[in-house]
């Protein structure tokens, strides 16, 4: 296991922009480069969705109702992901995870069961 702490949520106006940063620790060079890591969010009610996911070798996948908008990235050497949003709507309202030790056969899983580690979550708000 990893430990994972989110940070960068808050409420922003429709249309506005959010950088969300996971900082992970712990781990090993393979916890961090040889799985996938990933955003997922719950709004209150419904069910955990992957949002976007990254593998070791910066593949990445989204949710169609992120593409074009949230871009994910990683920094092995400061073992930190990224999940840049942008054209925020109300419907994002959620709030959102890190996940590492994803499986990444035959791509990064969409899962969250299959996901080893979690943080705290960050609470993303529009208006």
């Known amino acids: 296991h990893v430990q994972l702490v989110e940070s960068g949520g808050g409420s922003v106006q429709a249309g506005g922009s959010l950088r969300l940063s996971c900082v992970a620790s712990g781990g090993t060079y393979n916890t961090y480069r040889s799985y996938c890591m990933a955003w997922f969010r719950q709004a209150p009610g419904k069910e955990r969705e992957g949002v976007a996911a990254?593998?070791?070798?910066?593949?990445?996948r989204y949710a169609d109702s992120v593409k074009g908008r949230f871009t994910i990235s990683k920094d092995n050497a400061k073992n930190t992901l990224y999940l840049q949003m942008n054209s925020l709507k109300p419907e994002d309202i959620a709030m959102y995870y890190c996940a590492a030790e994803g499986d990444n056969f035959p791509a990064c899983s969409w899962f969250p069961v299959e996901y080893g580690s979690w943080g705290q979550g960050t609470q993303v708000t529009v208006s």
């Open positions: 990254i593998d070791s070798d910066g593949v990445t």
